[in-house]
């Protein structure tokens, strides 16, 4: 076994998430959780832990949508992973029934109304397409009004 930082799941994610990964050894481990400007927000592991695979749930409450950095630090071993928080998104007051009635309505719709867009332009449409999944699945599976 060698060292491994898994990318969590589910990712994008609200409210929490799991993050594991993989010690070959007895080591000296830290993990954090950063926002895009390098500080930190969570730390989620600091101290000795045995060999084998762990696991660090990371609990996002309170925390604003957007991309956020985690990061092993083990032995040597120093690797660096991204994260989506997505919160529910709400339509702003007095068009909540144009979003529900307009059959083209779309995610970058969606994102503008809460600051996500410039996110998902940053990070690229693999970002968006994640997100626009979610979305789908939260109309389908959500009643109208809940989202």
């Known amino acids: 076994m060698a060292y491994a930082l898994l990318q969590n799941y589910p990712n994008p994610f609200n409210p929490s998430t799991t993050i594991r990964y993989g010690l070959p050894s007895r080591s000296h481990v830290t993990l954090t959780v950063f926002n895009t400007l390098g500080q930190q927000v969570a730390a989620l592991v600091q101290g000795e832990q045995e060999a084998g695979y762990h696991e660090a749930v990371f609990d996002a409450a309170g925390l604003s949508s957007g991309v956020y950095l985690y990061g092993l630090t083990a032995g040597d071993f120093v690797q660096t992973r991204e994260l989506v928080l ?25 994102l503008d109304w ?3 867009a410039q996110v998902g332009k940053d990070r690229g449409i693999k970002v968006l397409d994640e997100i626009t999944e979610l979305q789908e699945f939260e109309k389908d599976n959500c009643s109208k009004g809940s989202v």
């Open 86 to 110: 997505v919160r529910r998104i709400h339509p702003p007051q007095g068009k909540e029934r144009a979003w529900q009635s307009a059959p083209g309505s779309t995610i970058s719709n969606l």
């Open 114 to 116: 809460d600051g996500l």
